[in-house]
Nanobody, 122 residues
Framework: QVQLVESGGGLVQPGGSLRLSCAAS????????MTWYRQGPGNERELVAE???????NYADSVKGRFTISRVNAKNEVYLQMNDLKPEDTAVYSC????????????????WGQGTQVTVSS
């Protein structure tokens, strides 16, 4: 069993910054891609940023230049630095990870965290 737990969400004014963290724990042999998604009020869940083990990253057009995704493989953690936040960034942010749970099996599973609320408002 693998658990992902997000933290760092909260209320911030437009133009402010927040840093989200996501820690994976449990039966983990290796984690490949890690991602951040968000779902705002009345919206579908959308991909915000993704990062591979080597640090290569991709971002949604709406957050390019403002958000930075990073990870520490030895800690099984992924982060999302969010700068110049806008009201439209308000959403529940969730992390996910592609996890290999056994060193002996070519079997991976996508796990999700519960999510953390980010509210951008004046």
């Amino acid at each position: 069993q693998v658990q992902l737990v997000e933290s760092g969400g909260g209320l911030v004014q437009p133009g402010g910054s927040l840093r989200l963290s996501c820690a994976a724990s449990g039966r983990i042999s290796r984690i490949n891609d890690m991602t951040w998604y968000r779902q705002g009020p009345g919206n579908e869940r959308e991909l915000v940023a993704e990062i591979a083990r080597d640090g290569s990253a991709n971002y949604a057009d709406s957050v390019k230049g403002r958000f930075t995704i990073s990870r520490v493989n030895a800690k099984n953690e992924v982060y999302l630095q969010m700068n110049d936040l806008k009201p439209e960034d308000t959403a529940v942010y969730s992390c996910s990870a592609v996890v290999f749970t056994s060193p002996y099996l070519l079997r991976s599973t996508l796990f999700w965290g519960q999510g953390t609320q980010v509210t951008v408002s004046s």
